[in-house]
């Protein structure tokens, strides 16, 4: 379970304080598919990386599946990403050198095991996107439908107990914005807790729960598939 | 994980083949550079080290001070040094004496005859001294007999077309010598330059007769010894060596004055020495130090440009750092990853560089005059270019390491704001350092320049241009004559080595009264003329004046043309003043005798010279006493002959001529005084030529980067030139924007280089006794020219940018 308790997060520059995340309190229950919806500079992308542990709020506490994590050293927070969370990005960030079996392995590659095991894993996550018969090509060789599948099997293949994802259709037409969300209710579907930004109506309703965030506040939550 | 670091290497480097093209190949040059400059300032402090038991070969030296005068070091000993060093200490086991390079000899063999310039005279002990390695013959033993010859293999090989021709003649200026053992040929590490020795007791050695003149001051052979085993220099006691063998009389009334230090010089360090006065002239040690430091500069330029570019690029990595460390990546396995590419780079670049040194090796052999060989076998080279890519590779990996490593996840994922590849201003001073090396060895190559081109040209201070010294053993008024009948030889006129500076008489002179000491230099009576020297007050010497001639028995001596240094000497205030006056000095002319044994005799003097020299600038000039002398080889060595230019060729071809029909047997040893010049000045030219080789490679290695570098940044302010085109900016300003940004460091980097090459500069000069001074353009064109290296590489990117229609500018991502 994840539980926020009145995290704010402020950003200070020499001559401005922005506050991205006002006081925001929260649980998601494992297993759940949340979607979090609000208008641009409103917090979210902030509330995602706190979420993700790739940014520690300034106050307040976060529960990570039972473990405060608020104030946890660098090398913990990686460790716990490393094992539990998965990442999907509106812009793909897939490695450009590296080839679509590659990028995916990257998302195994510090937990170290034998590779023989890695390479297995690698290609159950392609083929459970549909990208099996590309996994020697590069990034640029694939549309952007494809590459976002990739990213979505990097997030899967280590198996996490969390996906977060950033406005994962952002990019996409319709058609493979569809496709992607399919996989996301999959994982959601095989437990995987999954968060989710998005500015489509139309995939935050596939979601169970809705947060909506304005000026860095939770200011309403909609359930939909209860 | 190995494997997906090394592809990421890999294919980042396909992938951006140009910016990784410029930084191992800048890299791979520097690496080269320092790789021969390394071997050649380990060729240099290991000289003589392949000799057996070099470290007990000593070779006697003398620290000569006079009051007042700068002190004299010396190689060259008395003859008496060498058996007086074995007689008084125990603990030296041999002591040979060396006569020192003579004059070409001519050597035949049936009808074969070639003049040798490496020619020598040894002791029997010599190779008990100095167990050269050895083709064939009994070497120890090889110059027991008045005949005993040893030669190189080349020499064998040459004169024999074998290796071993034991036993068999060779005559050698005309007295036949037999080969008693053949020695290997040298390796260039040595001091012993020497391929032809003959036993000192041959009776035409010139040892005999250098015994029988022997004085204190008479250094005229080289002494080395060998310590017995186990027996330390230290415990050779020298001091008060030479009173104990030389009595007061023989030391002379200055010997009170005069303090004389003898001591040991191990056989390893004679190469190191340039101070040294003698035999044997080597490598300045200070020198050998610049030019290490040249190479760790240029090895900089080249870290600095992999640095640069490294974190310049750093951006494009940023997606991949952000996603590896989503997936959990600690810093740690970051730095590991990005460091082991800088390795990868390195290793490439000191592949490559293996393979330039190779390719360039028999340049820079003739450049620095050397034979140097790169070693596959050689432990250390094998284990110091791994060594030095492995530090390279961390020390420049370094920073791009920390630098991608320590990028924010969630910033760089986000694909907003992209990171700066590390502290633009890091960037900044790189480069400025970079250039302000860039500007210092511009500077050193100029300098070293000016100088060397002033000691060769202004620096002698004589027209020397079509002046043929032909060697004559003695030159005689026949000679002279003969030769001054030849068509195109406009002047002609005997010399004697001490005129032109191959050897110095130092004599004592009395002027009213007061005792001074000068040098003497027997001319011919048109020495001047052949050098178009014309006299500052009074006048040369005429033939048509008999008392300017030297009579033998004479009451007085002949009488003297003086140089500015003397004058200034002598004690007139001007060089009018000078003339008439009476000087009163010894006239070595009894050759039979010691010196000092000549009476002191009174000598008018009629004229005053400029200052000139044939010798190096190093040394200051002497106070020099003119006098036309006898015509014995003593003091007439060499013909000076001034050549017509337009009939050069006929000229030579009319002296050979002469010379077949005075010498039919000897071959002509004839050169021009520029070439002479030349030779003086190798080492100096050499110096010149390595800093001005290694400014131009690191020239190009930051102009390379600089290439790069500029590539990368216009490319990076593509969006702002967009939007500053959008907002009515014009090519020429955006032209202007991008070349002031590569301008800024370049104007830093002189504040920096200037001081600190002003400060060098001005110590090497120093080492002048005559030298040019630094001069304020040269500082100012040096910072011009690295600007214009500077505004050549980037012009290019910056016009293209420059030029963009901003809309391409605007929507670029």
Known sequence: ?226 | MFRNYLSAALRNLERNSLYAGVTIFGLAVGFAAALLIALYVRGELTYDRFIPGHDRVYVYSERIEYPGERPVLTDSSSVRVGPALKAEFPQIQYAARLTGKDLPATVKRGDFTASESNLTWADPDFFRVMPLPVVAGDLASALDEPDGLVITRAIARKYFGRDAPIGQSLLINGAPMKVTAVIQDLPPTTHLIFDMYGSTRAPQSPMPGLEKRDTPQNLVVITYVRLQPGASAAGVDMGGFVRRHFSPEQLGEASSRTRITAYLVPLTQIHLRPDIQGAYTGTDPAVLAGVGAVGVLIVLVAAINFVTLMTARATRRAVEVGVRKAAGATRRDLIAQFMGEALIHVAMAGLIAAALAELVLPGFNILVGRKIVIDYGDPILFAALPALVLAVGLAAGAYPALVLSNFRPAIVLKGGLAPSGGSALVRQMLVVVQFAVLIGLILFATTITRQTLFAINQGMRLDKNQVLLVLAKPCTDDLRDAMAAVGGVEKAACASAQALNLSVIGTKATVAGRDVGVYTGPVDYDFFGVYNIAPLAGRLFDHNRPADGYAAGAPSNPPLVINETARHKLGFANDQAAIGKTVTWPFHTDLDSAFGKDPAKPSQIIGVVPDFTFGSMREPILPMLFMVGPKVSYYSLALNLRLDRNHIPRALAGIDQVWRRFEPGDPIQRFFVTEFALHAYIDTLREAGLIVAAALVALFIAALGLFALSAYTTERRTKEIGVRKAMGAGTSAVLRLLIWQFSQPVLWANLLAWPVAFLVMNWWLHGFAYHVDQAPWVFVAAGAAALIVAWATVFIHALRVARAKPVGALRYE
């Open chain 1, 1 to 226: 379970m994840l539980k926020l308790e009145k995290v704010s997060k402020t950003y200070r520059t020499t001559e401005v304080e922005t506050r991205a995340l006002s006081e925001v309190s929260m649980e998601i229950a494992p297993g759940e598919f949340v979607a979090i919806m609000g208008p641009s500079g409103c917090g979210k992308s902030t509330l995602l990386n706190v979420l993700g542990l790739l940014d520690s709020p300034t106050s307040g506490a976060y529960g990570f599946f039972g473990e405060d994590v608020a104030r946890l050293p660098e090398a913990r927070l990686t460790a716990l990403r490393r094992d539990r969370i998965g990442f999907v990005f509106q812009s793909f960030n897939l490695i450009d050198d590296l080839s679509v079996a590659e990028n995916v392995e990257v998302g195994l590659l510090y937990r170290g095991g034998p590779g023989g095991q890695r390479r297995k894993r690698v290609e159950e996550a392609l083929q459970r996107v549909g990208m099996a018969h590309r996994a020697r090509h590069k990034p640029q060789q694939l549309s952007g439908g494809q590459q976002q599948r990739v990213a979505v099997a990097r997030a899967l293949v280590s198996r996490p107990s969390l996906i977060l994802a950033d406005e994962p259709t952002g990019n996409l037409d319709t058609a493979n914005g569809e496709a992607v969300m399919a996989l996301l209710r999959d994982a959601c579907a095989a437990g995987v807790t999954v968060v989710m930004v998005t500015h489509s109506l139309v995939h935050a309703a596939e979601a169970q729960r809705t947060i909506k965030l304005l000026d860095g506040r939770v200011v309403s939550e909609t359930l939909l598939a209860a």
